[in-house]
């Protein structure tokens, strides 16, 4: 009973924030100067007049209250807006690109996790050898390198000297297979995922994989650590069971990392050209295009703060020690 | 009490010191950093430069504006070192365009001077553009182009003469003469029209077509990609190009890209030919009657894409519509023509509302055929037809619409139906952000022309490839240094000019784009285009002593320092 | 059964080794008892791990050897010593608190615990039932998580834990330690019922020598590593021979002489890290002489079953006499 109390709660909580934040933003993203107007009187291609008659079109030149009452009125109704820049409700801008940085993030964020832990803990498992020192030097090598950077490398070498892989996109255009494999459904986006998965992965494997080491390190130290040896546990048994009482804190962070993962990665979809949420996200805010600049931010945030929810509410269940009061 | 006064306006301050910190939250999100930044050294310099330039003063640090991009940063380095001469130092302020347009053009903040470069959009191929647009009094308004706050009222008389003279040879004289007035007063220093680089796959594809200011990859001028023919099996070809299009509505976008891109569908009324003379396109010509009254004639045969026959209705139709609706992205359209009156089966009469000499090129160039039956049909719900999705365009052009996938691609068929039939069977634009991914996909054969900008460092990299051919292409487009002649000291024209003198234009050339380019003769109109440059004029002569010669006959002095001194009252 | 043979331990720290346990040699017989007593960083504990082959990364056996059944433990591979552990040796540690894992529930630790010497779970769970009936727990406490037991429930669990092989040699470290005093009583009776039984062997660790002299047959007196005192626990603590031993027993109270004041030995045992030369007590010592703080005292057999490790052993029972004195100790220095 305290757990749904608990439960209930938080997602108040939540649901709150997330109103903050759209409030927030709001605000934010008008407080920059220029309107989507300006960004096209740009150079020279719309006459002052033109922008006055635009403003009036799109509802600029209203008062900023009234503009707030609509947007707020159409966002009961689960109307996001109009893109300035697109001319289509946001929604239709954002879902594809959505879709899309999923398709990166989703392996991304599952194999850093995954390597993440699994050599964090093998690692601090290892605390003291000079393989651990090591292997935690190797893993903060490409972390403290910029992705873009480690994404050139990558085309460099497997896309324009190798030819392995192709150099950019999430589909060729008109691909046509050749053999029996490259029929197989997906092979177009499986072959031009590697490089991009592989430049994000080596960049953000390296936080979970620290603080996964960091964790099992000091559980290492722990009395039932002593005990489970004590009992004869094998040393693989040991080291689930170190893995399993270390996983708190990375499991803290996989729920930020997954809900920024929602926002993509503006650096790795620029150099990998991929259309994701990154470069929607910049575009939208350079273009002062507010509705949708506010969507992906607030995707984003709400993705952050949804799984900060749930992995609090499964803390309960992870570690029977914690109480929902 | 008293301390308050001096800071003016304290509500604003305060308000633009939370703004600041604002933008500085946003900053943390790597979004406005540079905007942020400039902002408060813009506003900071606006409030010391005139209480610094005193007569009897040494000259203020100069502060100038640049954008953040590679070929800019290595200008004023050389500037920099190129006017220190003049015992002058300057204060540099990196932003993006982004700030450029709010702070510069919208918020009329230029510090002492800015630096820019304008590219060849087609429009601009008319001396209009450059004369009008950048340097008539009436464009310093917010928002202008003018901001620099250059005011001459002869050069101003000119300006406007040139523009409703709709007889070419008195046009060009009076466009030549309006030069003048540029050179000798110096409100920029225009630098030099740097080439258009592109390049293409030479063993898939012949009959590439370079035009003056598109190059041969920009979709600007529909001309260019009329007579590419395949060598190899594959008769579609598959262009790179930094952009994609954002909607595939023809009435909506102001934007040079997108609306040149939805042009290849729509057929404009005229275009430009390889020496950007403006040709008849989905007009079969076009006679200037008096210079408010133009008649058009549609060629025959002309087809929509989806089969229907186009007609006198539909290019009244186009005009009507726009004027009913006044499209912001269209406005020079409706602020030049009145109305359409058809008087046979093909034939049009546009009544203007004032004389425009840059009609056939800016307006029947950038105004498209639109088809009546499907945009009378636009449900009325919407605030305007500009909103509304047309995910199918169907237009007259040279190329036929298959499909958009936003960030992808976009698939273009030829249409076999237009008067001139391209040689290719289809095009897809694909939108690559990123340079090096860009030449990375022309060389390992991914793509099949160039459709960017390159530098002539990738330009020689890529025409080592024995399969790939390197075009350049003069355009119009400049670099220029504008000076603020709303404060002092570039308000002096002794100074102005004595800049010029110190501004080794051919040298700039040579060193940020290995000399790919045309170096200015120090009026905005490239002498690439014969009929407008005057062959009369040329910038100052490059010399420390004349430029020194000319500050100190105005009065200004150097202290022991070094500095340059304003002169005296 | 168990046999420390002139054991040496050192730690490895930043500062420079430590030398934790220096020279110790004790036994334990089948089903006997041995009650190692001294205050708290005297290596009490380090030994109980050195008894059980467990002991830390940074620490290591610098001489002698730790047999069980004459098997010297160092000398066995990893894999070998895991079979012993828990099967032959098991051990009750400090705190069950933090020694149980907390997220796993009784079950599965006796599950695990069975699995890792090959016992199936259906009989794992069904000795378990067992064994906490034998400590008299409710069976129900199995699905049940560490922190939702009590602190002595707890402890019995863990004791339960640790018979679930029958093992011949049990160690338990300060097993009452944070509990209170009816708790203390009820673990403590359960371990004197359960020594000896199926000649289980106790080895068992404490500060507090009331408890020592209850559960064991024999007892050793550490201090700063050493044996300072041991023998037969009935004799040693109603005529300590050793200063320490007669401090410490006048530490804790005596139900046989409540009259008695409690003393507080004045000063504390030397660093490790730089033992003082001579006898390690010599500092808090109140009978301290020259000789003492010169030349390290051997621990000799006095009587056949008792071993000192002091200079003046021979005027052991003068310096009984002069103890019993609560202000000889606070003066000490």
Redesign the interface.
Known sequence: MAFWLFAARRAAHTAVTLVLLLLFMYVLFRLVPGDPTTIMLGTGELPLEAQQRLRELWGLDRPQWQQFVTYAGNLLTGDLGMSFYFRRPVLEIVWPMLLNTLVLMTPVVVISIVLGVTLGTWLGWRRGERIEEIGAILALIPRALPVFWIGIVLLALFAYELRWFPIGGMRQAFFFPETWYQELPFFDIARHLVLPVAAGVLTSMADPLMIQRTALIEVKHEDFMVHARARGLSEGAQRRLARRNAFLPVLTYSAIMVGFAFGGQVLLEVVFNWPGMGRLMVNSVSQRDYPVAQATFFFMAAAVVTLNLLVDLAYGWLDPRIRHE | MGSRNESGRPATRDLRAR?RE??K??GAF???AP?AAL?SAIDGALQSASAQAAAGQPVPRLGVYLPNWPDQVELWRQLSREWQPLGIELDLQQG???TF???I???QKLPHMGSMS??G?PDRLDPD?FLS?MFHSRRT?????NFGFYRNEAFDRLADAQRSEMDPAKRQQLVREAQTHIVEDSPSIVLFHRDIIHAYNKRRFSGVKPILGNGIGFPYMPLSYMDITPLTPRKFM?LTSIYDI??L?PF?????YNSTTLRLIYATFTTRDEKADVMPWALERWNIVNPTTVDITLRGNTKFHDGRPATAQDVKFTFDFINKH?F??L??IY?TVESAEITGDLTVRLKLRTASAPFTANVLGYAFLAPKHIWEAVPSNL??P??W?NDKPIGSGPWKYVEW?????L?LAANQDFFMKPKLEGM?V?????M??MV??L??G?SDMLGWNLDMTLGERISRNPELEVVRTPTHGQHEVRLNLGMAPTDNKAFRRALQHVTDRKKLLDIIFSGAGVVSNGAPITPALENWANPAISAPEVSVDKARAVLRDAGFTWNAQGRLVMPSA | MLALDDVSIVYTTRSGPVQAVSGVTLSLPPGGSLGLVGESGCGKSTLALAALALLPAEARLAGGAVRLDGQDLAALPEAELRKLRWTRMAYVPQSAQNALVPVHSLRRQFRDTAAAHGMRSAEADERAAALLRRVELDAAVLDRFPHELSGGMRQRAMIALALLFGPSLLVADEPTTGLDVIVQRQVIDLLRDLRGEDGLALLFISHDIGVVAELCSHVAVLYAGKVMESGPTATVFSEPDHPYTMGLQRAFPDIRHPERSIVSIAGHPPRLSSPPKGCPFAPRCPFVQPVCRDTTPPLVAVSDARAVACHFVDEAAALRERARDPALWDEAA
């Open positions: 703004r604002v933008l939250f946003l790597g979004l406005t905007s902002v993006t365009l982004d347009v709010s702070q053009v919208a918020e304008w590219g959009a553009y647009e308004a917010r928002g202008g182009l598959r954002a909607s509505n909506l976008t102001p934007e040079i006044r912001p992205a406005s020079r602020e605030a305007t500009a909103d999705p996938r936003k960030g992808e691609y698939q897809v694909l939108p690559v952000p990123q090096e991914s990375g996909m060389e390992r991914d």
